[in-house]
C-alpha cells in the first residue's frame, strides 16, 4: 500500500528543545488514524508541521508522493490537506455562508478580473459555489443558519462549521485537532458518527488528535501514541489499550 | 445582498457626473471647490477602506500614494501649454492613470513588508513610508522642492472627480462581494486558519495595497488640478491620519459608512466656519456673535471625533449587515 502522507524521520526543535523527533507516520488511502498523547507530546506541532505552519528541521514529509517541506501553508492545502484548530479559528465576522464560500476560491476558474468585470461567467460561477456551498451545509444541517455570523453558533455548530470549511476545500487527507474538546457525551457519540460519516462519503483520509479515549478507541483504525514528541507505541485500539509503555506514559509508573 | 446591477449602477452613476457636470459653470467656485474636496475624499477613504477596513492592515501612508500620483500628474500635464477641451480631455485622465500606477508600484514596495509585519508593527513602517515620500519631493529640484509646484492648467471638474469616485467605489465594493474577495475579509479575520484554507494572504495583502495606492494617486491628480498648487507638507502624516479617521469613522469594512464620514468630515471645517460668519443668531439676539466658532472650530471637530469614537466605536453608520457584519 502506498501510503497517502509520510512523515519520514520527521524532527522539529525550538531552540534546545526537541518538540517531535525523528516521527515516522504512514496514513493510507480513507484510513482514520488516531494520535494520541499526554498534554504538550507534540500532536499539535506535528499537524502544524504536516500543514506548513513549521517547517522541519530535520526530516521529510510526503504526500501522495510530492515533498510537502518548504511549502507555504496554501500550497499545503491546495494539494488536498485540510484541517481544523484546537482552538476554534472560523472567520469571525463573516457569515456561516461566507465561511465555507470564501474557500471555495481554490476550485475558481477566474481570477480577480473575473470579480472586477462581472461578466456572465462571474455570475454562472457565484452560482454555482452558491448551490455546492448550500449542499455542504445541508448535509451537516447548518443551512438554517446560512445568514448568522459564524462567531454566533453554538460551540458544537461551530466545531461541525470550521469541518465544513475544511471538506470545501475538497481535501484528500483531514487533520482533526481534538474536535470533541468541549463536547457533552451525546455531543461525542454524534461527533464519532459524524467523522465515520465524512470518511466514507467523501473518501477520504483522516488523521485525529484527541484527548477523549472513549472517541478514539471507537472510531481509529489505528493509533500512534506520542509522548514528549516520540513515539512510543503504534497499533490497533485494542494493543495501545493493554501497551505497558502508553499506561506509563498516562499514568505513570 | 446582491450586486447584480453594479455594473448598470456605475454606468449610471457616470452619465449623471456627466449631465451634472455640464452645468458647473452655474456652482459658485467656492462650492464647487468643497464638492471637488469630497470626491477626493471618497476616492481616498474608499481606498484606505480596502485596506485597513476590509484586509485589515493598519496603513498610515496614504498621503504619500496620494502624493505619488499628485506630483507625477502634475509633472505630466505641465509639459503641455494652452490646449483645447478635447486635447485636454485626453490628456488630464491619462496622466491621472500614469499617477495612479506610479502610486500603485510605491504600494507594491509598501506591500512587501507586510509580508512579515503587522498592527501597529506596520503601521508605523506604513507612516515612515509616507514621511519618505514627503520628504523626498521636498528634496527634489525638479518638482520645486519645499516652495511647491504650480500646476498650470485646472482640470478637474464635477465629470472627472465622481465618475472617478464612482469607478473606486464600485471596484472596490465589486472586489469584496465576490467568493474571490471574500478572502480580503478572511486574512483580516483570522490570517492562520486563511493560509491553511488555501488564501495566499500574502498576494491578498499585497493586492490590497496596490489597489488603494492606485487610487489614492489617483486622487492626489485629480487634487493638483483642483488646487493648482503643491507643496510636500500638504501630504504630511496628518493628511494620512485624517484618512484613517474617515474609515474608522464610516465604520472599518463599511463602504457606505465610509462614503459618509468622508462627505461629513470635508463638510464639517467648512460650516463651521460659514457657522463663525453670521453677525447674530437671527431672531434672537443682536448680542451674540458666534465668530468664536471660527477660532476654535478644530476643536469643535476633535471633540466631535471624541465624543462620537465613545459613543458609536463600530463606526456611526454601521446600522445595517455590512461585509464586517456582526
Not at chain 1, 76 to 82: E, T
Not at chain 2, 108 to 115: F, K, N, Q
Not at chain 2, 207 to 228: D, E, R
Request: glycine share 10%; net charge positive; proline share 2%.
Amino acid at each position: 500500500m502506498s501510503a497517502l502522507l509520510q512523515l519520514d524521520k520527521t524532527t522539529i526543535r525550538f531552540g534546545g528543545l526537541t518538540a517531535v523527533s525523528e516521527l515516522d507516520l504512514q496514513i493510507g488511502q480513507n484510513e482514520l488514524v488516531g494520535l494520541i498523547g499526554p498534554n504538550g507530546a507534540g500532536k499539535t506541532t506535528v499537524f502544524n508541521l504536516i500543514t506548513g505552519v513549521y517547517q522541519p528541521t530535520e526530516g521529510e514529509i510526503f504526500f501522495g508522493g510530492k515533498s510537502l517541506v518548504g511549502r507555504k501553508a496554501h500550497q499545503i492545502c491546495k494539494l488536498g490537506v485540510a484541517r481544523t484548530f484546537q482552538n476554534i479559528r472560523l472567520f469571525s465576522s463573516l457569515s456561516v455562508f461566507d465561511n465555507v464560500r470564501t474557500v471555495f476560491h481554490l476550485h475558481l476558474r477566474g481570477d480577480i478580473r473575473h470579480a472586477l468585470w462581472r461578466g456572465r461567467g462571474f455570475w454562472g460561477e457565484e452560482k454555482q459555489i452558491e448551490s455546492q456551498v448550500l449542499e455542504l451545509l445541508e448535509i451537516f444541517h447548518l443551512r438554517q443558519f446560512r445568514d448568522d455570523g459564524a462567531k454566533n453558533l453554538s460551540y458544537g455548530d461551530q466545531r461541525r462549521l470550521e469541518i465544513v470549511r475544511a471538506l470545501a476545500t475538497k481535501p484528500k487527507l483531514l487533520l482533526l485537532d481534538e474536535p470533541a474538546a468541549g463536547m457533552n457525551a451525546s455531543e461525542k457519540t454524534e461527533l464519532v458518527r459524524l467523522i465515520q460519516f465524512i470518511k466514507d462519503k467523501f473518501q477520504i483520509s483522516v488523521l485525529l488528535v484527541e484527548h477523549d479515549m472513549q472517541v478514539m478507541m471507537g472510531i481509529c483504525e489505528r493509533i500512534t501514541v506520542l509522548d514528549y514528541g516520540v513515539k512510543i507505541a503504534e497499533g490497533t485500539p485494542a494493543a495501545i489499550r493493554a501497551n505497558p509503555k502508553v499506561i506509563e506514559a498516562y499514568l505513570g509508573n | 445582498m446582491n450586486f447584480k446591477y453594479a455594473k448598470t449602477f456605475l454606468l449610471g452613476a457616470i452619465a449623471l457626473c456627466f449631465l451634472v457636470s455640464l452645468f458647473e459653470n452655474k456652482i459658485n467656485s467656492y462650492r464647487l471647490f468643497i464638492l471637488y474636496d469630497i470626491g477626493i475624499n471618497i476616492i481616498l477613504a474608499v481606498s484606505l477602506n480596502l485596506i485597513n477596513g476590509y484586509t485589515g492592515q493598519f496603513s498610515l501612508g496614504h498621503a504619500g500614494f496620494m502624493a505619488v500620483g499628485a506630483y507625477a500628474a502634475a509633472v505630466i500635464t505641465n509639459q503641455f501649454g494652452e490646449l483645447n477641451s478635447f486635447v485636454s480631455g485626453v490628456i488630464f485622465p491619462g496622466a491621472l492613470l500614469a499617477g495612479g500606477l506610479l502610486a500603485a508600484v510605491a504600494g507594491l514596495l509598501v506591500g512587501i513588508p507586510t509580508l512579515r509585519l503587522r498592527g501597529d508593527y506596520l503601521a508605523i513602517v506604513t507612516l515612515g513610508f509616507g514621511e519618505i515620500i514627503r520628504v523626498i519631493f521636498q528634496n527634489m529640484e525638479r518638482v520645486g522642492g519645499a516652495r511647491g509646484l504650480s500646476i498650470t492648467h485646472g482640470w478637474t471638474n464635477l465629470f472627472w472627480t465622481f465618475s472617478l469616485a464612482a469607478v473606486t467605489i464600485y471596484l472596490v465594493t465589486a472586489l469584496v462581494h465576490s467568493t474571490y474577495g471574500r478572502g480580503f475579509i478572511a486574512v483580516r479575520d483570522d490570517e492562520i486558519a486563511a493560509s491553511a484554507m488555501g488564501i495566499n494572504a500574502t498576494k491578498y495583502k499585497v493586492t490590497a495595497f496596490v489597489v488603494g495606492a492606485f487610487f489614492a494617486g489617483i486622487a492626489g491628480g485629480l487634487y493638483a488640478h483642483s488646487k493648482q498648487f503643491l507643496t510636500p507638507g500638504g501630504f504630511g502624516f496628518m493628511e494620512s491620519i485624517s484618512i484613517v479617521v474617515m474609515v474608522i469613522l464610516g465604520g472599518m469594512g463599511n463602504t457606505t459608512g465610509v462614503i459618509i464620514a468622508a462627505i461629513l468630515l470635508t463638510l464639517l471645517p467648512e460650516e463651521l466656519r460659514r457657522l463663525s460668519s453670521i453677525e447674530h443668531l437671527p431672531g434672537i439676539t443682536k448680542e451674540f456673535p458666534l465668530s468664536w466658532i471660527g477660532n476654535i472650530r478644530m476643536i469643535i471637530y476633535s471633540l466631535l471625533l471624541v465624543v462620537l469614537m465613545l459613543t458609536r466605536p463600530q463606526g456611526i453608520f454601521a446600522f445595517r449587515k455590512s461585509a464586517s457584519a456582526k
